[in-house]
């Protein structure tokens, strides 16, 4: 299966933590989400080709980690089913 790399960058221009994405999925849109594990999402919020020709597109991206409930304020965790 042939696969894309992305350069991941935040809106400053400076690299995303992680700084390339490998996706099977060519086409991102400002809106989509890459979740990234269990607590962590980035959010497209723009995409551009790259520099060069044979150089990587671009994501712009922000990125967000997940609330737990237990890490809400005031919440306390629920008992194991």
Do not use: C, K, Q
Request: proline share 15%.
């Amino acid at each position: 299966m042939a696969g894309f790399t992305y350069r991941l960058e935040l809106e400053d221009g400076t690299p995303a933590d992680p700084p390339t994405f490998d996706a099977a999925v060519p086409n991102w849109h400002p809106g989509d989400m890459i979740p990234l594990g269990r607590d962590r999402t980035l959010r497209v919020i723009d995409t551009r080709p790259g520099r060069e020709p044979d150089e990587d597109p671009v994501l712009v991206v922000e990125g967000r980690n997940r609330i737990r409930l237990t890490d809400a304020p005031g919440r306390r965790s629920a008992p194991p089913l």
